[in-house]
């Protein structure tokens, strides 16, 4: 029986890492085995629709991978006979282990050797099974470049002799810390795209949430896990919200509640009770906190300020962070008013880090609008609303700067 495509895409991705980690355990190859996964996967792409979902679709896969890399095997035979003695053993066909390997394949695609970027595309190539094509749509490249960024990335894990093997001890909640990072980077893409005329790319957060899932199933009791998990889903949860039906940006203090997702907070808020239940407190289960104190008010006027600082208080000391810092001055302005957030605020100012951020200077903008300084706010508009390459941004602070013109 045939099945729609939407349901084989989301088979197929949920499927993909499971599949390579088989190969990859096996061949101990992740560039060919990466290749060849993603040829069996366009193949079940196109017959899966027509023909029905086969019986076994992870064997179907691993069995229609394992036959493409050794085709790759064949052609490079003569080079590579000292490895492969025979045919026969090639065409072996490999196991299908009970084992789920998605945890073990983030963390070779997260190595310590990549850059952020490389990682972060790397994941979406090896472990979300996007094609390179949509992967550079979503990040608004060439897909030649994105093509060798993929290609580069592969090379170095290949040079730095990575083994398909979880770290123990130390080395674990490093190469963990960079897998959560890199899931983090991908909702913030999707979420707040840095570029273009799109304000969010929804599938692209929904992505990272789908691979947090993954690698919370895996790790039910890492609190920081569900803290991530948790502030992806509090954060996404407010998506409709956000935009006008004309793709304006509506602030938080503005947004209409009604079409937050009330299923996305109720998970959400469940995750973050269990997040910070676990011994230990990290930066993304403070964040997940701060985004529950947002999601509990009815209004923008119930919002618990007060605990809201509080939590960035204790985030600054754990993680500090330019951007942690110009969350608690919006923070401290709303209790104390804009003239405590803007002394917060000139200590970021001679951070080289900040200097012409737009963030920082569309906040300031802000609180200077507050304090009746409508002057300066309107220059602050102006110059945020020229240092974002975000398309959505720039007509929102626009209109703020035109709004405040003197």
Same mark, same amino acid.
């Given at each position: 029986?045939?099945?729609?495509?939407?349901?084989?895409?989301?088979?197929?991705?949920?499927?993909?890492?499971?599949?390579?980690?088989?190969?990859?355990?096996?061949?101990?190859?992740?560039?060919?085995?990466?290749?060849?996964?993603?040829?069996?996967?366009?193949?079940?792409?196109?017959?899966?629709?027509?023909?029905?979902?086969?019986?076994?679709?992870?064997?179907?896969?691993?069995?229609?991978?394992?036959?493409?890399?050794?085709?790759?095997?064949?052609?490079?035979?003569?080079?590579?006979?000292?490895?492969?003695?025979?045919?026969?053993?090639?065409?072996?066909?490999?196991?299908?282990?009970?084992?789920?390997?998605?945890?073990?394949?983030?963390?070779?695609?997260?190595?310590?050797?990549?850059?952020?970027?490389?990682?972060?595309?790397?994941?979406?190539?090896?472990?979300?099974?996007?094609?390179?094509?949509?992967?550079?749509?979503?990040?608004?490249?060439?897909?030649?470049?994105?093509?060798?960024?993929?290609?580069?990335?592969?090379?170095?894990?290949?040079?730095?002799?990575?083994?398909?093997?979880?770290?123990?001890?130390?080395?674990?909640?490093?190469?963990?810390?960079?897998?959560?990072?890199?899931?983090?980077?991908?909702?913030?893409?999707?979420?707040?795209?840095?570029? $273009?005329? =799109? !304000?969010?790319? %929804?599938? +692209? /957060? *929904?992505? #990272?949430?789908?691979?947090?899932?993954?690698?919370? @199933?895996?790790?039910?009791?890492?609190?920081?896990?569900?803290?991530?998990?948790?502030?992806?889903?509090?954060?996404?949860?407010?998506?409709?919200?956000?935009?006008?039906?004309?793709?304006?940006?509506?602030?938080?203090?503005?947004?209409?509640?009604?079409?937050?997702?009330?299923?996305?907070?109720?998970? $959400?808020? =469940? !995750?973050?009770? %269990?997040? +910070? /239940? *676990?011994? #230990?407190?990290?930066?993304?289960?403070?964040?997940? @906190?701060?985004?529950?104190?947002?999601?509990?008010?009815?209004?923008?006027?119930?919002?618990?300020?007060?605990?809201?600082?509080?939590?960035?208080?204790?985030?600054?000391?754990?993680?500090?962070?330019?951007?942690?810092?110009?969350?608690?001055?919006?923070?401290?302005?709303?209790?104390?008013?804009?003239?405590?957030?803007?002394?917060?605020? %000139?200590? +970021?100012? *001679?951070?080289?880090?900040?200097?012409?951020?737009?963030?920082?200077?569309?906040?300031?903008?802000?609180?200077?609008?507050?304090?009746?300084?409508?002057?300066?706010?309107?220059?602050?508009?102006?110059?945020?609303?020229?240092?974002?390459?975000?398309?959505?941004?720039?007509?929102?602070?626009?209109?703020?700067?035109?709004?405040?013109?003197?």
């Amino acid at each position: 029986m045939s099945e729609s495509r939407p349901a084989v895409e989301g088979l197929l991705r949920d499927l993909t890492p499971q599949v390579l980690g088989a190969l990859v355990r096996r061949y101990g190859r992740f560039e060919g085995c990466e290749d060849a996964v993603q040829e069996a996967v366009l193949a079940a792409a196109v017959q899966w629709p027509a023909e029905g979902v086969p019986d076994n679709p992870r064997g179907w896969l691993t069995a229609v991978a394992n036959r493409r890399l050794i085709d790759q095997i064949r052609s490079d035979h003569a080079r590579r006979e000292r490895e492969w003695t025979s045919a026969d053993h090639a065409l072996a066909p490999p196991d299908v282990p009970d084992t789920d390997d998605t945890l073990l394949l983030l963390f070779l695609c997260c190595h310590p050797t990549l850059t952020a970027a490389s990682a972060t595309a790397l994941t979406l190539r090896a472990v979300g099974g996007l094609t390179t094509a949509e992967i550079a749509r979503a990040f608004l490249v060439p897909e030649a470049t994105m093509a060798a960024r993929i290609s580069r990335a592969k090379q170095r894990i290949k040079a730095a002799g990575s083994s398909f093997t979880l770290p123990e001890g130390a080395e674990r909640e490093e190469r963990l810390s960079i897998v959560l990072h890199v899931l983090y980077l991908i909702f913030n893409e999707g979420y707040t795209a840095s570029s $273009g005329a =799109e !304000l969010h790319r %929804a599938d +692209l /957060a *929904a992505e #990272a949430i789908r691979l947090t899932r993954m690698v919370r @199933a895996q790790l039910p009791d890492d609190g920081e896990v569900a803290g991530l998990l948790a502030l992806m889903l509090l954060t996404h949860s407010r998506r409709r919200a956000r935009t006008t039906p004309a793709g304006d940006l509506v602030p938080l203090d503005e947004q209409d509640r009604t079409l937050w997702d009330a299923e996305l907070i109720g998970e $959400g808020l =469940e !995750l973050v009770k %269990a997040s +910070l /239940a *676990a011994p #230990a407190l990290g930066p993304y289960q403070l964040q997940a @906190a701060i985004a529950a104190t947002h999601a509990a008010a009815a209004t923008d006027s119930e919002t618990d300020w007060k605990q809201v600082h509080a939590l960035y208080l204790i985030l600054e000391r754990i993680a500090p962070n330019p951007m942690v810092t110009l969350n608690r001055a919006i923070a401290l302005a709303e209790i104390e008013g804009p003239e405590a957030g803007l002394e917060l605020l %000139a200590v +970021l100012e *001679a951070d080289e880090r900040m200097a012409g951020h737009h963030r920082l200077l569309s906040v300031r903008a802000h609180l200077r609008e507050l304090t009746g300084d409508r002057a300066a706010a309107h220059d602050d508009y102006r110059r945020a609303a020229k240092a974002t390459a975000s398309i959505a941004e720039q007509r929102y602070l626009e209109r703020r700067a035109r709004r405040v013109q003197v």
